[in-house]
């Protein structure tokens, strides 16, 4: 069973909108929460890390948030650009550097 | 220097063949990841290294071989592969900090290596 869990699945938003996306954990405690951005076919990017007690996390345009009593996580984009077309995993980190990866949400940004 | 440099980029091999994908990084990571990627599915952790050492093995066939010669390099061993283990292979690297907790740092992953196996 997929200890992280993602939504939306896909998400079509326009240039310059904002958009939030969800990510709900099933196991804690954990070390930490993670977002990344991966291209199709590339490696992941970082974009934050926080530890369960962290509320919040900012990355440039990018803002993560945490909720432990709720075991949920959001990752938020501002002033989206055709760039930002790509899909964002959200990340447990667990003991021994294990990262346990959702199935990511596909972001597609039309102009 | 945040690169982690994986090589080939591309790799068709057939079944009897043995191939070798290389992982470098020059950050001074002394832990060092193999995950195996397919299609529109996460990432999925095969080993990690802590100071040139294995770690982790997660239960991977003995097909694939993981090596770490120095600091700076991770190799990952390819001999008798199915098919099935074509996939994107993403190599990773992270702190560790004094006290040898890998918890908390970030991890950086190199491009990948598309393998097919034919």
């Known amino acids: 069973k997929n200890q992280v869990e993602q939504s939306p699945q896909s998400l079509i938003i326009l240039e310059g909108k904002n958009c939030t996306l969800q990510c709900n954990y099933t196991v804690s405690p954990f070390s930490n929460l993670r977002w990344y951005k991966q291209d199709t076919g590339r490696g992941p990017v970082s974009l934050t890390i926080m530890t369960f007690s962290e509320n919040t996390k900012s990355n440039g345009r990018y803002t993560a948030t945490l909720d432990a009593d709720t075991k949920q996580s959001s990752l938020h984009i501002t002033a989206s650009q055709l760039s930002d077309s790509a899909s964002y995993i959200c990340?447990?980190?667990?003991?021994?550097?294990?990262?346990?990866f959702g199935r990511g949400t596909q972001l597609t940004v039309w102009p | 220097d945040t690169e982690v440099t994986q090589t080939p980029k591309h790799l068709v091999m057939g079944m009897t063949n043995k191939k070798s994908l290389k992982c470098e990084q020059h950050m001074g990571h002394r832990a060092m990841y193999w995950y195996k990627q397919k299609a529109k599915k996460p990432p999925e952790l095969m080993f990690v290294y802590s100071y040139e050492k294995l770690s982790i093995n997660e239960s991977v066939p003995s097909r694939f071989s993981p090596e770490c010669p120095n600091s700076s390099l991770l190799n990952l061993h390819l001999h008798a592969l199915q098919p099935e283990d074509s996939a994107l292979y993403l190599c990773?690297?992270?702190?560790?900090?004094?006290?040898?907790?890998?918890?908390?740092?970030?991890?950086?992953f190199g491009q990948g290596t598309r393998l097919t196996v034919v």
């Open positions: 990340v447990r980190g667990s003991t021994l550097g294990r990262l346990y």
């Open positions: 990773a690297s992270s702190q560790l900090t004094l006290t040898g907790i890998v918890e908390n740092t970030e991890a950086f």
